[in-house]
């Protein structure tokens, strides 16, 4: 086990955010760090000591994530307005709006090369968009139920999406199919990710697990029972050695992947954790929550060198091989239970010296894409200057009673049952014949996609004949000239 300091540490906390912490990411340099919370505001803090901090506004709704670019020169949203923004993260706060689901956008990321975004819906969608050209690309509808989480491959070539329908799907980006189905959830599937090398993913479930699927054999390879309540969100530590979770259960959790078992448990906020990520290099880790608490952990147990680290197992003698996540498959269910010998930590904030930082409010729209639905998008426009704070003051006031995203999380909706029988079966009937709405507008978004590339196919080639016809006929004019 490992001594004292090599245990991870609090570094900081930052205070900024006026409800729950839903989601965050930090930057490819590793100098800032985004969070999204319900109080529809974006923030971004920068990690230098006394730096000041920035304040997005512009979604109308609960941010549900964030992912930076790869670049690091844009972050992108997604909220329960049903839209998805592209920041510029600088002083000048603009924002590209995506529109196109029709429902709350639970998730966000960029692929790997940066060209492309994948969004999860409440409309039970997949979608794909292209950055450059700020577009709509295609949808992947499979999921029954609402989609919480969609993400890349390391490659690009696959897509992993999750939901309450209680599956985990994979996609090929190719064929805009879905290639296989992982199921045995017994609650909604909340979050899934892929490792750095792309050969297993892994999900969470409100049913408190957390699973390890080798997507090369199609196996479960590694089943974890450590939380005592849902599962909400994990990271996957660059090394792909280990992996932290955040749950309900007011805890985040570190499992050391190569030795298949949990090392520490941690606490440091009051309520149910939302949003955990690891740094690109993994030395650092931040976590959000209920208590509206941005934290930044310092990782340190990973100081050891891989190569030594790997050669201490080999030296070990055991009846049977290590659990490997890249090749070793069990040979039996393969279960991990919360064992007595895991560390605990009650962190104590190691940066005393840096208080609570500068916020600066920015945020105006710079580009709209088209609203499929043809919504208006006067809510869209910028209010500057007094009038728009005083607007965001008066709007937090009046919704203070709203519902908190905490909750809903990890509880699908069969859980919400105290409702008459009859009603009941109306309500069923309503939700039915909006799933029908549903896939129609989703087939209606592929045909006017196909249908607006097809059109501009015949506008360039009705041009190619008008130059074609004029060529021609200057020619025929050239001709006719000498023989008059």
């Not at 839903?22 to 319900?38: E, V």
Request: aromatic letters at 6%; one cysteine or more; proline letters at 4%.
């Amino acid at each position: 086990m490992a001594s004292v300091m090599e245990d991870p540490t609090l570094e900081r906390h930052f205070k900024g955010h006026k409800d729950v912490v839903s989601c965050a990411d930090f930057s490819p340099n590793n100098k800032q760090l985004a969070t999204g919370s319900c109080d529809k505001n974006l923030m971004i803090w920068n990690l230098t000591p006394k730096a000041r901090a920035f304040r997005f506004v512009g979604h109308t709704d609960i941010i549900t994530g964030v992912h930076f670019s790869p670049s690091g020169s844009l972050v992108a949203s997604s909220s329960r307005d049903q839209t998805v923004r592209l920041w510029t993260p600088s002083i000048k706060g603009e924002s590209t709006v995506f529109k196109a689901h029709t429902a709350s956008v639970r998730s966000v990321q960029f692929s790997s090369d940066g060209q492309r975004l994948v969004t999860g819906s409440d409309d039970k969608s997949v979608k794909v968009w292209g950055v450059e050209r700020k577009k709509f690309l295609y949808s992947l509808n499979r999921h029954t139920n609402w989609v919480r989480c969609a993400r890349f491959s390391p490659d690009g070539r696959l897509v992993a999406s999750c939901g309450d329908d209680r599956t985990v799907r994979l996609w090929d980006t190719s064929s805009r199919q879905c290639i296989n189905i992982f199921t045995d959830y017994g609650g909604s599937a909340t979050f899934v990710d892929f490792n750095s090398s792309g050969t297993c993913i892994a999900s969470s479930g409100a049913d408190n697990t957390l699973k390890i699927w080798d997507i090369r054999t199609n196996k479960l390879i590694q089943h974890y029972r450590v939380h005592s309540a849902g599962v909400n969100c994990f990271s996957f530590h660059p090394s792909g050695n280990y992996l932290i979770s955040g749950s309900s259960d007011s805890t985040m959790k570190i499992l050391d992947l190569l030795e298949g078992r949990l090392i520490y448990t941690l606490h440091g906020h009051k309520g149910p954790v939302l949003a955990v990520v690891f740094s690109r290099d993994g030395g650092l880790f931040a976590s959000g929550g209920a208590d509206s608490q941005v934290l930044m952990w310092k990782t340190n147990f990973d100081s050891l060198n891989y190569r030594d680290l790997l050669s201490r197992h080999s030296k070990r003698v055991t009846p049977d091989p290590l659990p490997h996540l890249m090749d070793i498959y069990p040979r039996s269910p393969h279960r991990h239970n919360a064992q007595n010998g895991t560390v605990e930590i009650n962190p104590i904030v190691a940066d005393t010296q840096s208080g609570d930082p500068q916020v600066v409010e920015v945020g105006r729209v710079l580009f709209s894409t088209a609203d499929v639905r043809s919504l208006t998008s006067g809510r869209d426009q910028p209010i500057s200057g007094p009038g728009r704070t005083h607007m965001r003051h008066r709007e937090e006031e009046d919704e203070d009673q709203e519902e908190r995203f905490a909750g809903g999380m990890t509880a699908s909706r069969e859980e919400h049952s105290c409702i008459p029988s009859s009603l009941t079966s109306t309500l069923e009937n309503i939700v039915q014949q909006l799933d029908i709405l549903t896939q129609t507008v989703a087939v209606l978004e592929e045909r006017l996609t196909l249908t607006e590339d097809k059109l501009r196919t015949c506008l360039d080639n009705q041009v190619l004949l008008l130059q074609q016809t004029q060529q021609v006929d200057g020619s025929d004019e050239e001709a006719e000239g000498p023989s008059a």
